[in-house]
């Protein structure tokens, strides 16, 4: 299959823009069976990637505009792919977590009571609590690193940046981190001492 023109690309998503499915047929042919095979090679998860090949194209026909051009079409669509994986990920194993911690908390009730219980929850939402401090450069950096999998010359592409400039930022966004996370759980304890 000859390589799509940048400008027959452009057509199609213009066309996808006035929900035109004829387009967005065309598209998902020219790109779906190549983003199956970067999931697979990338996750080793069959049924998944089958799933996530559907969400990334249909995220292509929910916001074409998404599109902005920064850089080639593929690769800004196996960019959405393996986010979309991540998160189908992220999902399962949060779930997988879920259902440990129901069990921990019948085990434990005894033991932990139900405010240590409320401390962990609290825990999980201070971390994202830290994260939303952040400038929003060094929060799309720790994002794209740390929940995303993507290596320092990927992101320095993505946000067009030097791969040094990438390194500083998660380097300053980890230290801001650890000083949001000790000054919380010197709160909690402070909290525990007060309720003891």
């Not at 908390?105 to 962990?120: H, K, Q, R």
């Not at 994202?128 to 950096?141: G, K, Y």
Request: charged fraction near 35%.
């Amino acid at each position: 299959m000859h390589k799509p023109a940048t400008a027959d690309i452009e057509a199609l998503l213009q066309r996808i823009a006035k929900r035109d499915q004829v387009a967005f047929r065309a598209l998902y042919e020219l790109f779906a069976r190549r983003v199956y095979a970067f999931l697979v090679h990338r996750f080793q998860h069959e049924s998944l990637a089958e799933e996530v090949v559907s969400d990334t194209l249909l995220h292509v026909w929910k916001s074409p505009e998404s599109f902005r051009g920064e850089s080639a079409f593929s690769t800004w669509l196996l960019g959405v792919a393996r986010f979309k994986m991540m998160e189908r990920l992220r999902k399962r194993t949060t779930e997988a977590n879920e259902d440990i911690d129901e069990i921990d908390e019948n085990l434990l009730v005894e033991e932990t009571g139900p405010e240590d219980v409320a401390m962990m929850r609290e825990r999980s939402e201070g971390v994202r609590e830290c994260l939303d401090l952040l400038p929003a450069e060094q929060r799309e950096c720790i994002h794209l690193a740390y929940y995303e999998g993507w290596t320092l010359d990927e992101i320095g592409e993505h946000m067009k940046l030097k791969r040094e400039t990438v390194g500083t930022r998660l380097f300053y966004a980890r230290k801001k981190i650890q000083a949001c996370l000790a000054a919380l759980l010197a709160r909690e304890r402070g909290l525990r001492e007060e309720t003891q």
